[in-house]
């Protein structure tokens, strides 16, 4: 799929919930997987890979070490996925990539640094049903016998037991879209899910540039950012809902009151 740019705040919404009709059920229920970044220059690139340096090999000692100094905080399953989620959530590098399925919670995360309101920003949009098509036997055929689109950690965890298995199930790269427990209020709100792909050196965007038929980029121009902004925060989509507790309040109050710049 093309790049697309909004023209203004409907043409955003046709392009957000475009393809969402489910004509079998005749519901509309989108299969697209959204991430909002503040700048469209910014690269589908996870924390990890933004370490810098080593940090293929520097992946083991990071989890290692997470798991040795947060075993007050014990996940529900002593599973490699489990540990991930728990370490992602809590701002370690790994290699997941944090998604969400609700349009409305990526346009937050493109528009929430008033700071970044002078460049366009993008919403990345992935058919992950479509995506999941592309996965070895073994994992489409554990969505099958579940009856599901998305793999849970625990899903994920019966059928690979290590990083080290995931190259090995089939010999492409493939993207891999997964939900995290509900460890706190802030993943349920975010409605997040993570991806995971078993080449931890390549870029989500340029494994998606092979499959143009499983993407989007929307492109919010700059000009449009304020607008977006204020009608996120009267359809309650804030910080303050999004990361419940006091930070998130904060954040929330210091964006509103904060004010416009002479020329925005």
Known sequence: MPTVYAQN????????????????????????????????SYPLATTLMRLGGDYSNLERHLLRNFKKYAHRSMVERDSVWHWLALAQHHGLPTRLMDWTYSPYVALHFATADIEQFDCDGV????????????LPQALRQKLDEEGANVFTIGMLSECVSSLNELPQLGEENYLLFVEPPSIDDRIVNQYGMFSIMPDVCCPVDQWLDVHPQLWQKIVIPAALKWEVRDKLDQANITERVLFPGLDGLSHWLKRHYSPKEEGD
């Open 9 to 40: 705040w409907g043409d955003l919404q046709n392009l957000l919930f475009a393809e969402s009709w489910d004509g079998q059920i005749g519901r509309f229920r989108s299969r697209l997987a959204f991430r909002g970044l503040s700048d469209v």
């Open 123 to 134: 919403i990345w949009s992935v058919n992950y049903l479509l995506a999941h098509q592309k």
